[in-house]
């Protein structure tokens, strides 16, 4: 009788659980199809429908080498992007506790926005859900055990706003017509190898330092300072991500690795290391 009884409960257990996954699956779907459908909602006309080499023409020397080995003359603008992500995160503010994840991230470069939806292996069975965005000119960033309990969730102040700003300018590696001055980027010399872009939308501008390596090609983006979440408060901490491993994909070179850290006065603390799986351009 307790053997019956015992699995009894275990299967009514077992029931519970997976009625809870299913619904937190639902709210985190229902959650995602919201923000792409802001994301999508006011396209801007996108400037010319080719990259044309002119543009290039009043950049710094740095800016025009990048440009002339990831792109070819007539190369179509980009104005989405769809690609998936694999790689490891730090969820720890002060030591090591890397996690798996695997990520889809959908992009739209007039007006700039992305959604970041990620699944991150916290224990066997226990999936950290996360939502980081940029969507109508706000900053987003929600966690969630299951996709049903919030675990973290900061949006809409200046500060998430630029934060958010600053990744999408930062991953324009992966979309490099988006940085070219028809779409809204000011680029100013720095020195022979990096050059500092500026991005604006509505009330939100930013600004990042990019050098390039010996081919050209994006090695590194630079904050000097971007909001680190520290025990709850928003923190203007030094952040950088380094790009490598180019490779052609729609016609244009980009980097298929990458890391981000922020730069702390003890030392380089890693946050972010990913690799793009399919990537789609529109």
Known sequence: ?????????????????????????????????????GLVAAPLPTGPATYPASELDALPAPVRRYFRAVLSEGQPMVSAVQLEQTG????????????????????????????WNARIALLPGLPVRVHDAYVGGEGLLHASLFGLITVAEMRATPAMNAGELMRFLAEAAWYPTALLPSQGVQWEAVDETSARATLADGDTRVGLLFRFNGEGLIESVRAEARGRSVAGEVIPTPWEGRWRDYALRGGMRIPLEGEVAWLLPEGRKPYWRGRIGQIRFE
């Open 88 to 115: 490891s995160f730090n969820m720890s503010e002060s030591g090591e506790q890397w996690k798996p994840f695997t990520a889809t991230q959908h992009v739209t470069t007039r007006p700039p926005g992305f959604v």
């Open 1 to 37: 009788m307790w053997l019956k009884l015992t699995l009894f409960l275990a299967a009514g257990l077992a029931a519970m659980v997976a009625a809870a996954l299913a619904l937190g699956t639902a709210r985190w779907r229902s959650a995602s199809e919201e923000l792409h459908a």
